[in-house]
């Protein structure tokens, strides 16, 4: 509790003042004070009354800090204080009186929801003032829902289970908010216009603002998922802008100068092998053999080597094991095969990688017997295997494994999905928590695939698809176009935060190859 003195001034307090007559003496005066300060525009009611004739004012008013008796509208200089308590009397035979005065917060304020509608699991930002630091909480027409973030300004919560539509509801310091209407939807399939039209919004965005780069794993990853997004829209500029980036770059690998390790045709680097599979689809659209000079070149460098070992991290899996398995269709040759399953085997079992007991994979060995699951690294395990999955004969002897480890991976997914329906930057119980859009597209991608091809079952896997989708398409795709929720990759390659407006080739990429895969999914409806 503070304690003000009444004063002269109105931006601090109500001063009360009163004379009684000289010939009278002093004489017990009341003043009631009624009302709250505490919210501006709040009406507060200010009268007096005197067993003394009063000489302060005309017909015996008082007055206070220069205001006659009446009501008046509290500014927003007062803001911020209440009367303690909010009606009170206080009776003197002073000529100045003085009050106790508390602190109060003005409640929190809902200015808008983005969106204003929506399925149970997806992601709203409540945007007003007032919330303050301390993480409150928010009901959707009196249903709790779960926060992701929380500022002064702006809190991100899920739809919870249960809710219908009606009021939301910020609670912050113990004072409610006022309502804004919610709307809850039922969760669906989008329509195919609205997968393209999110397909073209984040692809013409990337390519406005960024020009081609070099042909490392981050651009030649973007670039695959460009391919994809021409075969969904059949937006002829998407082949454009992938054959100049190709182009460009000679249709090669990496060089030295890509600064992660050797380059050139001769390279076993897996993240310089990741051009390949953009230059696969190129090939497979323009027959010209000369697209796969280097990466058949690089392959086969491998393949006629006794060397078992170059995956040692759960990255590798996809940069490069997509090309053994498209040049062994290609050439009809297993021992494209055969080399794949021997480096994939050193990873998933000489290093360990493969956690059997959660159906995921770690990082490196840096990270194996911890609690510590990257979501991308996942991401990119699973994505793999999709596309090993898409070309390998089934009379492989590795196939049924390869399946196996698929499925088994959705299932350990489809279990750590969020209920806003992204994964968080980390799968494990100790990691960063919160949306992370390059893995959610990953995943995204490997299910809708196993949906496409009768691999997963629809009634488990469709609504995981739904809730994923919903995230990306409503929360993750900003006006603009942006895809935002992409981690950075840092030299940890870990879970890390992410925030609505960090971006990132691959992550693009990978929503692209996610959005061909719906497309084909809601188009078999």
């Known amino acids: 509790m503070k304690r003000f003195v009444v004063a002269l001034s109105l931006c601090l307090a109500f001063a009360f003042s009163a004379h009684a007559s000289s010939t009278h003496g002093k004489r017990p005066t009341t003043y009631t004070i009624s009302g709250t300060v505490g919210i501006a525009g709040a009406t507060v009611t200010l009268s007096g009354s005197s067993s003394a004739r009063a000489t302060s004012g005309p017909g015996g008013a008082y007055s206070f800090a220069g ?13 911020g204080y209440t009367f303690n308590p909010p009606s009170q009397s206080t009776t003197v035979s002073k000529a100045n009186v003085t009050l106790n005065f508390s602190a109060a917060a003005a409640p929190p304020n809902i200015t808008s929801l983005s969106p204003n509608s929506g399925a149970v699991g997806s992601s ?9 630091t301390t993480v409150g909480s928010v009901t959707f027409n009196g249903t709790g829902a779960a926060v992701t973030t929380w500022s002064p300004s702006s809190i991100l919560v899920t739809v919870p289970s249960g809710a219908t539509s009606g009021n939301v509801v910020v609670t912050a310091g113990g004072l409610g908010s006022n309502g804004v209407n919610f709307t809850v939807q039922g969760l669906q399939l989008p329509t195919q216009a609205q997968v393209l039209a999110a397909i073209e919004d984040v692809n013409n965005y990337w390519i406005a603002n960024n020009p081609p780069g070099n ?7 973007y670039y695959t998922g460009d391919l994809a997004a021409y075969d969904a829209t059949g937006q002829t500029n998407y082949l454009t802008t992938a054959e100049t980036w190709a182009t460009q770059n000679g249709y090669s690998l990496c060089t030295s100068a890509c600064g992660e390790g050797p380059g050139g045709n001769t390279t076993t680097f897996p993240d310089y092998q990741a051009a390949g599979q953009a230059y696969f689809r190129l090939y497979q659209l323009s027959n010209t053999a000369s697209d796969l000079t280097d990466i058949t070149a690089s392959i086969d460098g491998m393949v006629n080597s006794t060397v078992d070992n170059e995956w040692t991290w759960v990255d590798a899996i996809n940069m490069a094991m997509p090309d053994f398995a498209e040049l062994g269709s290609l050439y009809n040759n297993p021992n494209y095969y055969t ?5 994939y085997s050193y990873a998933k079992y000489t290093l ?10 770690w990082r490196d060995s840096s990270f194996v017997g911890t609690t510590t699951y990257w979501s991308r690294g996942n991401g990119w395990a699973f994505a793999a295997h999709a596309k090993v999955l898409s070309v390998l004969p089934q009379s492989d002897p590795h196939y049924a494994e390869y ?8 299932q350990a997914l489809a279990a750590r999905q969020q209920p806003g329906g992204y994964w968080d930057s980390g799968l494990g119980a100790t990691d960063v928590p919160g949306p992370e859009s390059s893995g959610t597209s990953l995943f995204l991608f490997g299910l809708a695939w196993g949906l496409n091809n009768g691999i997963l079952d629809q009634n488990t896997y469709l609504p995981v698809v739904e809730k994923a989708w919903n995230f990306l398409a409503n929360t993750a795709i900003q ?10 990759s840092p030299a940890c390659n870990c879970p890390g935060p992410t925030t609505a407006t960090t971006t990132f080739d ?14 084909l999914l809601v188009a078999a409806q």
Request: proline letters at 3%; a negative charge.
């Open 479 to 488: 006006p603009s176009g942006l895809l935002g929720y992409v981690q950075n």
């Open 124 to 132: 709203v930002t409540i945007t007003g003032a007032n919330f303050g």
């Open 403 to 410: 399946l196996s480890t698929f499925i088994t991976m959705a």
């Open 352 to 361: 360990g990688l493969y956690d059997s007991t959660t159906g995921l994979w």
């Open 215 to 221: 042909a490392n794993w981050d651009e030649a990853t």
């Open 339 to 343: 080399k794949m399953y021997a480096n």
């Open 506 to 519: 691959y992550g693009v990429g990978a929503f692209l190859l996610a959005g061909r895969q719906m497309q």
């Open 67 to 79: 205001l006659a008796s009446g009501s008046y509208t509290v500014t927003p200089s007062l803001a």
